[in-house]
């Protein structure tokens, strides 16, 4: 009898902290951390900042925007083509987008390209992400914050990939390498 009420003990125990989790993998889901862990070593990005981009873009789901964006980064097929071309990546095709591990690579190596261009400024290089380059430069460039970016969508596509990097980092420790 002490045997089956401590397993009922135990059980009644871990049960808040399983529901807690799986609350969490609905409200903030990870996925393909072996990728994100390795992009971001190769790369040098912030892991949770990669998590955080997949999930403002994408949720985690493969995808493709009205605009044509593919993959979990939503990666533009133009950005994959220079990338590919620069990377004397002499196989790609579009439809490679639709694999995690090429998309994680492409989308961390532009994203990767935007902070050194804005001078590790997060806020800048999301914006470029999100509105393109040409904007986030008439935005402030390295110099700008949330408040600089005039347009809703894309100050709360930074906003929200900014609180989600913390959240990711808080949650998911463990599973991003930290």
């Not at 492409?106 to 290089?125: K, P």
Request: hydrophobic share 40%; aromatic share 8%.
């Amino acid at each position: 009898m002490a045997v089956v009420a401590g397993a009922i003990v135990g059980v009644v125990i871990s049960l808040p902290e399983k529901v807690d989790r799986a609350i969490l993998e609905v409200t903030l889901p990870l996925r393909h951390d072996d990728i994100i862990r390795q992009q971001a070593g190769d790369k040098e990005v912030d892991a949770a900042l990669i998590a955080a981009v997949i999930y403002a873009e994408s949720r985690f789901r493969d995808q493709t925007s009205h605009a044509g964006a593919r993959g979990l980064m939503q990666v533009q097929p133009k950005t994959a083509l220079d990338i590919a071309k620069n990377s004397q990546a002499t196989t790609f095709v579009l439809d490679d987008l639709s694999d995690p591990q090429i998309n994680i690579s492409y989308g961390t190596y532009y994203l990767d390209g935007l902070l050194d261009r804005y001078g590790g400024n997060e806020v800048a290089a999301l914006a470029a992400y999100n509105a393109g380059p040409t904007n986030a430069d008439r935005w402030g460039g390295s110099e700008m914050s949330v408040d600089d970016i005039p347009t809703d969508e894309t100050r709360g596509f930074v906003a929200d990939v900014l609180d989600k990097q913390g959240r990711y980092r808080e949650e998911y420790a463990k599973e991003l390498g930290y």
